[in-house]
């Protein structure tokens, strides 16, 4: 069955230090793989995306993911948190066993990033 | 600018109630989403929609229903067969390509409450 995993319920990092926030899939064949945000009573906001090629993915606001095959990982990463980065991030992959752009979506995470 | 829009902000619903929420995109996207939100489990698909007058049930349809007699729209109903509709229901489009590699776009959500 596809799945996505984020491991950690909530991360707390301090403003200025690197933050990662975790995930891992499952799926058969090639992961499309997504990172959104999401603030307080609003929407998702797209970060970045893997579909294929160089292995470290860079988006918005700074952030970037890398993919890792072999441990069937796609962390989130930023060299210097914000204290107003401080949200819910959901890692997604794109259902493979459908011909449309339905996403399966992780449990998301809470960044807290304190001053 | 092009986007989505999500109304009610807030929603109550009394007991026995039918409630619609109303989606609307002006991004030209054919394919358009409607998710469940609930604290710890992340989103989940209710109804989806790949083009006009066609959509399919998603992971949770039950107690839902939905209509597609327009590229721009996409209403939800809640029926009074879902028991438990107190949640934060987010809308998305995305273009209908055949790499399936596109993000979502959200509007901000709907939240329902029962009286």
């Known amino acids: 069955a596809q799945s996505v995993a984020q491991p950690e319920d909530q991360v707390n990092v301090a403003e200025g230090n690197p933050l990662t926030v975790k995930c891992t899939y499952s799926?058969?064949?090639?992961?499309?793989l997504f990172w959104y945000v999401q603030y307080p009573n609003r929407g998702l906001q797209f970060l970045l995306k893997?579909?294929?090629?160089?292995?470290l993915v860079k988006g918005s606001y700074g952030f970037e993911a890398e993919f890792n095959k072999s441990q069937t990982s796609f962390h989130l990463k930023k060299p210097s948190a914000l204290v107003s980065d401080s949200a819910l991030y959901f890692c997604?992959?794109?259902?493979?066993?459908?011909?449309?752009?339905?996403?399966?979506f992780g449990q998301g995470t809470t960044l807290q990033v304190k001053p | 600018d092009g986007g989505i829009t999500q109304s009610p902000k807030y929603l109550f619903r009394k007991e026995g109630q039918n409630v619609t929420l109303s989606c609307e995109q002006n991004?030209?996207?054919?394919?358009m989403y409607w998710y469940r939100q609930d604290p710890g489990q992340g989103l989940r698909l209710i109804y989806y929609?790949?083009?006009?007058?066609?959509?399919q049930k998603g992971d949770i349809a039950e107690g839902y229903s939905v209509s597609r007699e327009k590229k721009e729209s996409f209403p939800l109903t809640v029926t009074s067969a879902q028991k438990n509709p107190t949640a934060f229901y987010l809308c998305?489009?995305?273009?209908?390509?055949?790499?399936?590699?596109?993000?979502?776009?959200f509007g901000d959500g709907t939240r329902l409450s029962i009286l």
């Open positions: 929609s790949q083009i006009v007058n066609d959509f």
């Open positions: 997604a992959v794109r259902d493979q066993t459908s011909n449309t752009g339905k996403l399966i």
């Open positions: 991004l030209n996207h054919d394919a």
């Open positions: 799926v058969s064949g090639n992961p499309y």
């Open positions: 893997y579909i294929t090629g160089d292995n």
């Open positions: 998305a489009s995305s273009p209908r390509d055949r790499s399936s590699n596109q993000p979502q776009h």
